[in-house]
C-alpha cells in the first residue's frame, strides 16, 4: 500500500508566499512523474504543474514565473513553492502521482489535498 500526504497549506495576503510539501511512503519500487493539482470551489480539477523523475517541469501558464516545482527522490517528496500569490489562487491543492510498488505493480494516487486560501 502507497500513499502520498501533503502539508504546507494555508492563509496568505495577495503577495505572499507558500510552499507545500508532498511525501510518498509504502512499498514503493519507483515513482513516475509528480504533479500538483488544484480545485477552486465550483471549478475543475485543473493540473497547475508536473515534474518528471529526471527533474523536467511543465507549469499551467497562469502559475509561469510565480510558482516553482521540485522534487527529492531520496525522500520521496515534491514540493510546490508558490510566490506572488493572487486571490485566484485559492484552492484546495491535491498531489498525485503514478507509483510502482513492483517492476508490473502500480497504483495512481492522490493526496487527501490541502487548503490555501489567498486573501487580505
Known amino acids: 500500500q502507497v500513499q502520498l500526504v501533503e502539508s504546507g497549506g494555508g492563509l496568505v495576503q495577495p503577495g505572499g508566499s507558500l510552499r507545500l510539501s508532498c511525501a510518498a511512503s509504502?512499498?514503493?519500487?519507483?515513482?513516475?512523474?509528480m504533479n500538483w493539482y488544484r480545485q477552486a470551489p465550483g471549478k475543475q480539477r485543473e493540473l497547475v504543474a508536473a515534474?518528471?523523475?529526471?527533474?523536467?517541469?511543465n507549469y499551467t501558464d497562469s502559475v509561469k514565473g510565480r510558482f516553482t516545482i521540485s522534487r527529492d527522490n531520496a525522500k520521496n517528496t515534491v514540493y510546490l513553492q508558490m510566490n506572488s500569490l493572487k486571490p485566484e489562487d485559492t484552492a484546495v491543492y491535491y498531489c498525485?502521482?503514478?507509483?510502482?510498488?513492483?517492476?508490473?505493480?502500480?497504483?495512481?494516487?492522490w493526496g487527501q489535498g490541502t487548503q490555501v486560501t489567498v486573501s487580505s
Open positions: 509504502g512499498s514503493i519500487f519507483s515513482i513516475y512523474a
Open positions: 498525485y502521482s503514478r507509483i510502482a510498488t513492483s517492476p508490473s505493480r502500480y497504483y495512481n494516487c
Open positions: 515534474i518528471t523523475s529526471g527533474g523536467y517541469t
